[in-house]
T-cell receptor, first 111, second 117 residues
Framework: SQQGEEDPQALSIQEGENATMNCSYKTSINNLQWYRQNSGRGLVHLILIRSNEREKHSGRLRVTLDTSKKSSSLLITASRAADTASYFCATDAWGAQKLVFGQGTRLTINP | DAGVIQSPRHEVTEMGQEVTLRCKPISGHDYLFWYRQTMMRGLELLIYFNNNVPIDDSGMPEDRFSAKMPNASFSTLKIQPSEPRDSAVYFC???????????????FGDGTRLSIL
């Protein structure tokens, strides 16, 4: 079963607006990662946040982590058409060097 | 760096045929992962290797699936015999362990889109 569950499944916004995606997970984690997947391509790593961190920034990306609620959010500010993609959260699994991916959020940025 | 290279990019074959997917990880990476992606089941981990040794193959769906990593720069995923329900996009990814318990980012290839008729 999936460790991470993204919400919403699909999101459509206008260019320039902010996009927020959420991820919930079930068990304790050491870290949580976010990935982007453009149509027909492989996943690309965006950002990693450790369990002892609450917030992390990378360019227009802002990730938060609330371990008490077992949830994370990804905020993309000032969205661009090129941000159109699917976004996945991934959590580590019981200390093993493998990740468990959620089902993803399909983000569409309308020009 | 060339990134993770997968071949072929597309494969169409008839049910019952043997299918071999290939992957070249990033040089210096010591972990290699095989995933399968479908609309219904999302991204599933099939098997992963550490230093060419299979660590966890619990995601391999059936005995029809097998994976090998004969050296640090090459891995194969084989399906024999193939069935229509094996149709999916298969991804290979690699990562480099730098110590500790933090999973390092995985670098994905662009996948092989497999269609079994």
């Amino acid at each position: 079963s999936q460790q991470g569950e993204e919400d919403p499944q699909a999101l459509s916004i206008q260019e320039g607006e902010n996009a927020t995606m959420n991820c919930s997970y079930k068990t304790s984690i050491n870290n949580l990662q976010w990935y982007r997947q453009n149509s027909g391509r492989g996943l690309v790593h965006l950002i990693l946040i450790r369990s002892n961190e609450r917030e992390k920034h990378s360019g227009r990306l802002r990730v938060t982590l609330d371990t008490s609620k077992k949830s994370s959010s990804l905020l993309i500010t000032a969205s661009r058409a090129a941000d159109t993609a699917s976004y996945f959260c991934a959590t580590d699994a019981w200390g093993a060097q493998k990740l468990v991916f959620g089902q993803g959020t399909r983000l569409t940025i309308n020009p | 760096d060339a990134g993770v290279i997968q071949s072929p990019r597309h494969e169409v074959t008839e049910m019952g045929q043997e299918v071999t997917l290939r992957c070249k990880p990033i040089s210096g990476h010591d972990y290699l992962f095989w995933y399968r992606q479908t609309m219904m089941r999302g991204l599933e981990l099939l098997i992963y290797f550490n230093n060419n040794v299979p660590i966890d193959d619990s995601g391999m769906p059936e005995d029809r699936f097998s994976a090998k990593m004969p050296n640090a720069s090459f891995s194969t995923l084989k399906i024999q015999p193939s069935e229509p329900r094996d149709s999916a996009v298969y991804f290979c990814a690699s990562s480099q362990w730098t110590g500790g318990r933090i999973n390092q980012p995985q670098h994905f290839g662009d996948g092989t889109r497999l269609s079994i008729l």
